[in-house]
């Protein structure tokens, strides 16, 4: 199994008690705005990285870009990676071990301000691999069909 990354993009993303996500909005792949300039209150984009255990990760930014410009980054700093792995070792046990470690990460761009047709891009940087996560397509007025 090798490192990847996947994405979800939404109107919005809360914390909730128990240190879970709720994902509110998720977008089928494009976003359509009725005319332009258009102004959304939220934006947000939740990413996936996936590694194997054998390779854990010691570095790993979440990048979203529009027209070659990132719009939103977040950084897990490496000691809470760390951290996040020895949380998870501790669980694993001898006739169930870990395979892979998984985390997820919400971006959020407020306003986020729409002028024209283009695509969103998300990535996942591991140990200074970008990992593309996916892409919204963002039109104008109707569809791209």
Known sequence: MSRHAYCSFCDDVRLEVGNKLSIMGIYGGELVVPVAPFVLAR??????????A???????SLVLRANGADIARGEIPSQQLVEM???S????????PIS???LSFPLAVNPYLVSEPHVIKAFAIADGDELPAGRLYVSVGKPRS
């Open 100 to 102: 892979r470690y998984s």
């Open 43 to 52: 934006l947000c984009c939740v990413i996936g990285f996936v590694t194997p």
């Open 85 to 87: 792995r020895q949380r």
């Open 54 to 60: 054998e390779n854990p990760v010691s570095s790993l």
């Open 89 to 96: 070792e501790a669980l694993s046990c001898t006739d169930d």
